[in-house]
């Protein structure tokens, strides 16, 4: 009808017009001298070893003058706040389309300034940090399809006013084919006019061709001697980039990942994920992310080696880039690269690690609001191609666990098999062995039986626990057996997986306690499989179930069929249990 139309042109109108002021502080210089460095350092050349003593001479890299004038600015958003819109701006039809186009609140970056100040998350022991004095220079790549003007502006700023200007060559931005109007010709005169002298690019695609081929545009094009690639909404924060490029500079085929934080989808505030964790993926091949092993150890500041990368966000020397060709260009819309880079780096003799003093927030969507452009299921097919080049017998698991990607056409593979062979890479057991040896404890290619399962029946009342289909962080208690009363229309059938943690078996939720205190109820929460707060053992003789990071055992009051954690005590007859099943003795 007609008020629609209407209500559409103004949204259209909105998303075209929608330049904000900007509050730009100062016109942005470029050092012209040229980086002195030209190579990397090599470890195992000798003839290197003197050019390593030489730029071996360590510096702080922070902008103090840009930190203290940030640590000044006030307003919405700033030092990483959230902003709540005015409940008029909230409930209004221009907030709920600019959702919906976006799959974050986009409204509320609009409120915020382009130039926001973050808090500064880092370990303490980051901000005492030294690099190497001479570093290489960086081509920040970002592709972009459709993205939020005030969001993809507000990444290009947080770099540019984020980072050493002798280390910036350029920031490419890669149009995957937008739609948009104002990613155009207008976003092409905001460059120009607001930084100088060509520093940030813009590359035009003809058609869609999807994030991994855009990137590949960008990266032909890039004069850098490092590529950072940077998804096109993302925030880096103080001295993200000396942490990350160093341990290229002292080895080029090692690649960096920052610890990626979080940028919230609908206030815009920023947090931490959290302190690191080494990235995985299971065998539907989602991604993962496991414990760092002996983490108390380890020194907070320092890299640590991650198997697989999340994707988006990383930095790789030219050099090996193209050393096996950049990515596999028959990856096609989203997804799988993340993987096919990760094993290609290690496998063919490279190094993957994050660099925990270098921090870089992204915004997670809601959900995806862009189509798929009529390519099929491009996602079965991208895992299937880096299953078919790089995962040898493995992929087997992978094929069990998603049948029908037996039946996916991969395409042609010659050109990625050949690359393998040329540069003598190691094999996938190489892999699960020697970097992800810890992977399996988590994500075993082989599906493990649970320990228990079926009711769970309290000894003391003769009633089971219920889930109800409750919803998550609501907690749940106990009712008549399924098994004694049929008309219970309750969801009494739980597994204690093979994880260790207790869930409904027909959901994705898990127990989870998450304070110590005689009392605490237990939640449903999604399941993490990280063990910690969802970590529980049964004692078959006890019959007690144990949760041990708070030391309490569960407990029960009938009258009020109420379930909670207690202290242990192997008396109470209110904290027993019986599973329905179990082949544990
Ligand atoms: C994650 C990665 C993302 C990529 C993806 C798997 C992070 C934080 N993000 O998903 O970088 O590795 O997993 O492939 O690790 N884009 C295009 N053309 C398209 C689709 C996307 O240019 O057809 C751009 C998009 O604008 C964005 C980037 O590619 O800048 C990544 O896309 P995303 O943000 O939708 O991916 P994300 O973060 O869900
Ligand atoms: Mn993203």
Redesign the pocket.
Known sequence: NTNDQQKKREIDHYENNHFIDLKQDEPIKINEDKNELDHFIEHNEPENLNAEKEINLKKDWHDYAQIDQESQRKGPGEQGQGFMLDPKDSNSNLKRTLYSHNGFNALVSDKISLERSLNDIRHPECKKKLYLSKLLKVSVI????D?HLSVLLRSVYSIVKRTPVELLEEIILVD?FSKKEFLGKQLEDYVRENFKNGLVKIIRLGK?E??IR?RMAGARQAKGDIFVFF???IECTTNWLPPLIEPIVLNYTTVVCPL?DVINEETFAYTAQDNGARGVFDWDMLYKRIPIPDEHKRDPTEPFESPVM????FAISKKWFFTFDGYDEGLD???G??YELSFKVWQCGGRLVDAPCSRVA?I??KF?P?GAFGAGDYISRNHKRVAETWMDEYKEYVYKRVPHMRNVDTGNLTKQIAIRQSLNCKSFKWFMENVAPDMANYYPPVPQPPYANGEIRSVDSNLCIDGKFKSQHSNFGLDVCQSSNKNIGGEQKFELTWRKDIRPTSRNVCWDVSRSDPGTPVLLFECHGMRGNQEFKYNPKTLQIFHPVSNQCLDSNKERKEIFMNPCDVKIQSQKWQFEFTNMT
Do not use: C, K, M
Request: proline content about 4%; charged content about 20%.
């Open positions: 970002i592709p972009f399809h993205e995957d869609r999807g994030l855009t998804d096109s909404h990626i999340a994707g988006g966000l819309v989203w997804g690269e993340q992204h997670y969507r995806n862009f």
